[in-house]
């Protein structure tokens, strides 16, 4: 080669070129191929987190409570107002108890007369007249004594009479029929006033069990107003904001079973959220879980984290489509930016959850339909 191709044109001839760059290209190709097998082989330690995603809404764990009026009433005073912070206890409504009030006033005094009659007839059972104290009674006993003198003047009458017959009878100057029907009018007259004595007697026992079944009656019916008497004091069943007032003002009426206002608790916030059936057998109570609050921009703000507390047995149906309801406890209760300020978590702020299902390596993803994990959306 030598002899036939001189050294200035063999610097220029292909295989001149090719032995110059065919190392470098070389150990380029190489390393191309080991990029591709090590990408290859990480596919199957790199992991990723897989999450699902659900819109949701923070409320109160507790359930909204319904301000009713248990009665049918005027009201008479009230301390409500939209959006009013009221503590459990706290009394919000007055409604008007004058009526029950003046018959619980009623039956105590019926209560009190009847309680003098019963002394005034054990007095009169007991033959101690003179004692008597209710006017009603004394009128009673004065007309008893009265018919009982009629019966002792005639019981007398007839004894005197029965005493000249039988000195007469005696004498034989009357005959025995005489004698006879003086001792048998003594006898009937006896017999009346005893008669009238027991039956006396036995109308002051009956109404003593009259009064004292009345006084039962009564007693009964008061301590029914004492419980009555609640419910025309509406009280804040729990801590919370006045939401849905219905602006009723003393002088309207309110009817039982009609709703004044809702009362939103105040107590531990939670984010609630739907998450259809497809998705449901992912999640399970304690998973950690990530929130976006769309009120503040996760790129200034950041997330807010927590965790499953509770999944519904139940499905809800929501434009006619089926969901599990999913509650989520907040693990932070503001968020911060750089500069310090606190933007605080309330209730009504919409945020997406993300529920950290589980960690699949990169190859796990690309057998097992990436897509289905990466982002279930796109199958609804």
Same mark, same amino acid.
């Given at each position: 080669? %030598?002899?036939?191709?001189?050294? +200035?044109?063999i610097?220029?001839t292909?295989?001149?070129?090719?032995?110059?760059?065919s190392?470098f290209?070389r &150990?380029?190709?190489?390393?191309?191929?080991?990029?591709?097998?090590?990408?290859?082989?990480?596919?199957?330690?790199?992991k990723?987190?897989i999450s699902?995603?659900?819109?949701g809404l923070i409320?109160s764990? =507790?359930e909204? !409570?319904?301000l009713?009026?248990?009665?049918? =009433?005027? !009201?008479k005073? &009230?301390?409500l107002?939209?959006?009013?912070?009221?503590?459990q206890?706290? &009394?919000?409504?007055w409604l008007?108890?004058? %009526?029950?009030?003046?018959r619980?006033e009623?039956l105590?005094?019926?209560?009190?007369?009847?309680?003098?009659?019963? +002394?005034?007839?054990?007095?009169?059972l007991?033959?101690?007249?003179?004692?008597?104290?209710?006017e009603?009674? @004394?009128?009673?006993?004065?007309q008893y004594?009265?018919?009982?003198?009629?019966?002792?003047?005639?019981?007398?009458?007839?004894?005197?009479?029965?005493?000249?017959?039988?000195?007469?009878?005696?004498? @034989?100057?009357?005959p025995?029929?005489? @004698?006879?029907d003086?001792?048998?009018?003594?006898?009937?007259?006896?017999?009346?006033?005893?008669?009238?004595v027991?039956?006396?007697?036995?109308?002051?026992? %009956?109404?003593t =069990?009259?009064?004292?079944? =009345?006084?039962?009656?009564?007693?009964?019916?008061?301590?029914?107003?004492?419980?009555?008497?609640?419910?025309?004091?509406?009280?804040?069943?729990?801590?919370?904001?006045?939401?849905?007032?219905?602006g009723?003002?003393? $002088?309207s009426y309110?009817?039982?079973g009609q709703t004044?206002?809702?009362?939103?608790?105040?107590?531990?916030l939670?984010s609630?959220?739907l !998450?259809?059936?497809?998705?449901? $057998?992912?999640?399970k109570?304690?998973?950690?879980?990530?929130f976006?609050v769309?009120?503040?921009?996760?790129?200034?703000?950041?997330?807010?984290?927590?965790?499953i &507390?509770?999944?519904?047995?139940?499905?809800?149906? !929501?434009?006619?489509?089926?969901?599990?309801?999913?509650?989520?406890?907040?693990?932070?209760?503001?968020?911060?930016?750089?500069?310090?300020?606190? $933007?605080?978590?309330?209730? $009504?702020?919409t945020?997406?959850?993300?529920?950290?299902?589980t960690?699949?390596?990169?190859?796990?993803?690309?057998?097992?339909?990436?897509?289905?994990?990466?982002?279930?959306?796109?199958?609804?």
């Amino acid at each position: 080669m %030598k002899n036939l191709f001189p050294h +200035e044109i063999i610097n220029f001839t292909v295989e001149s070129h090719f032995d110059k760059f065919s190392r470098f290209s070389r &150990t380029i190709y190489l390393a191309i191929i080991l990029f591709v097998i090590g990408t290859i082989c990480s596919l199957f330690f790199i992991k990723t987190k897989i999450s699902v995603q659900s819109a949701g809404l923070i409320r109160s764990m =507790a359930e909204s !409570v319904d301000l009713t009026s248990p009665v049918v =009433a005027e !009201v008479k005073k &009230t301390k409500l107002a939209e959006n009013k912070l009221v503590h459990q206890g706290d &009394t919000l409504l007055w409604l008007n108890n004058e %009526k029950l009030v003046e018959r619980n006033e009623h039956l105590n005094n019926l209560i009190t007369q009847n309680n003098d009659y019963l +002394e005034d007839l054990k007095l009169m059972l007991n033959f101690r007249y003179t004692s008597l104290k209710t006017e009603l009674y @004394k009128s009673v006993h004065a007309q008893y004594r009265q018919k009982m003198a009629e019966y002792d003047l005639q019981i007398e009458i007839l004894k005197k009479s029965f005493a000249r017959t039988q000195l007469l009878f005696e004498r @034989k100057v009357v005959p025995l029929v005489d @004698k006879e029907d003086q001792e048998f009018q003594l006898e009937k007259a006896i017999e009346a006033k005893n008669i009238f004595v027991q039956q006396n007697r036995s109308e002051w026992q %009956k109404l003593t =069990a009259e009064y004292k079944l =009345a006084n039962e009656k009564y007693k009964n019916e008061i301590d029914g107003f004492s419980r009555d008497f609640e419910n025309y004091f509406i009280l804040s069943p729990c801590t919370g904001h006045i939401t849905n007032y219905n602006g009723i003002q003393p $002088g309207s009426y309110v009817t039982t079973g009609q709703t004044i206002a809702v009362i939103s608790p105040d107590d531990e916030l939670v984010s609630e959220h739907l !998450v259809p059936p497809k998705d449901i $057998g992912y999640l399970k109570i304690a998973m950690p879980v990530i929130f976006q609050v769309d009120a503040y921009n996760y790129n200034q703000w950041g997330l807010v984290s927590g965790n499953i &507390t509770d999944i519904s047995n139940e499905i809800y149906i !929501v434009n006619n489509q089926p969901y599990f309801r999913v509650r989520c406890s907040l693990n932070e209760q503001f968020l911060l930016l750089k500069n310090g300020y606190k $933007g605080y978590l309330k209730k $009504g702020l919409t945020t997406n959850a993300r529920f950290q299902v589980t960690e699949r390596t990169l190859a796990q993803l690309l057998f097992d339909k990436a897509d289905n994990w990466l982002n279930p959306k796109l199958n609804e």
